[in-house]
């Protein structure tokens, strides 16, 4: 927190996708940079919808879609589920399972979106990350 009492957070990407059926099996780069360190990046990840409805009784469809983060050439993991609407966090202390435990240092990143099979005539995606307190701060302390 700063001396004011508030959390420092800084949103460094935020990005909307029109995937379509011919996006499948494509991926899209979203690349951001942080100038300073955080202490995590907390990520908030959507897409809808989930189903192309099956018609005369048919089980529905559903689009599938992914993200995955680096850090310049570093793999920092990814989030391969089947849930539309997702949060992820990743700091030294701990990350979210499918990412490593990792300290969020200044630098590019680079989010990736995965289009792994996109069965709606639009499938809308939502992405934000937001970098949260500074690193070596404690429990989201801002250094003076």
Not at 34 to 54: M, N
Not at 64 to 93: F, K, M, N, W
Request: glycine share 12%.
């Amino acid at each position: 927190m700063g001396r004011d009492g508030q959390v420092t957070e800084r949103t460094v990407l935020d990005a909307g996708l029109s995937l379509t059926p011919s996006s499948s099996r494509g991926l899209v780069e979203l690349p951001f940079a942080l100038d300073s360190p955080a202490e995590r990046l907390e990520i908030d990840f959507s897409y809808e919808p989930k189903f192309l409805e099956g018609r005369d009784g048919a089980s529905p469809i559903p689009n599938l879609v992914t993200i995955s983060l680096d850090y310049g050439e570093e793999y920092l993991g990814c989030a391969h589920r089947h849930a539309p609407v997702q949060r992820h966090s990743i700091s030294a202390g701990g990350s979210s399972p499918g990412f490593h435990a990792a300290a969020v240092r200044a630098g590019g990143y680079r989010l990736v979106v995965s289009a792994h099979c996109v069965v709606t005539p639009a499938c809308e995606v939502r992405v934000r990350v937001v970098a949260a307190g500074a690193a070596g701060a404690p429990a989201g302390e801002v250094p003076s």
